[in-house]
Structure formats: C-alpha cells, structure tokens
C-alpha cells in the first residue's frame, strides 16, 4: 500500500513556474510508475504526466508537452510536476497517483491517489 501527499500548490499569474510534489509513504515506492492528473471544476479528471518506477520514461499529455516536466528521486519516495510557462487553462486540483506499472493516460488503471493541490493561475 502507498499513502501519497501532495503539496506546492498556489497561485502564480500566466507564464509563471510552479513545482509541486508528491510525497509518498511505504518501502516500495520505487516499484511503483507515477502519473500526475488534474480536475478543473466542472471537467473530467485529466492525465498530464506519467513517469516509470526508474524514472528513465515519462509520457505527457499533448497540452502540457514542452511546458511541464515529471521528475521522481526513489531515495526522497517523491514524485514532482514543474510547471513552466503556465497558462490560465492550467488551473486544476493535481492529483499525483501510483500504479505498479502503467503510467499512461487512464486513471483507472491507477490503484493509489493523493488528496490533491490546488493550482491557480491568473491571467
């Protein structure tokens, strides 16, 4: 079982950065692919970033390509999102969550979700 925490969300104004974290509990998080999705309100949870348990691939949704970048450190059992040249669109709940393969696009196949952090971004 994995518990995981996000955190380093806020509000930053359009073309700003922003880094935010997952930090995960449990001795196997290492084991585990890692995706990023986010929820705007009124709108369907949204995949944004997806990174395997080694952190040698990542795969990210076509909006976000260029722009967001998904990193994990196994010896911190963290996961982060930075976020560069945000725009108002990108404003979300993020959600980071744990897979024991998958890192694609489908929250399904996803066992484990944080609680989630809000990002703001005003234009």
Do not use: H
């Amino acid at each position: 079982q994995v518990q995981l925490v996000e955190s380093g969300g806020g509000l930053v104004q359009a073309g700003g950065s922003l880094r935010v974290s997952c930090a995960a509990s449990g001795r196997t998080f290492s084991s585990y692919a890692m995706g990023w999705f986010r929820q705007a309100p009124g709108k369907e949870r949204e995949f944004v970033a997806g990174i395997s348990w080694s952190g040698g691939s990542t795969y990210y949704a076509d909006s976000v390509t260029g722009r967001f970048t998904i990193s994990r450190d196994n010896a911190k059992n963290t996961v982060y999102l930075q976020m560069n040249s945000l725009k108002p669109e990108d404003t979300a709940v993020y959600y980071c969550a744990a897979s024991p393969r998958y890192y694609g696009s489908s929250y399904k196949e996803y066992a484990y979700w944080g609680q989630g952090t809000q990002v703001t971004v005003s234009s």
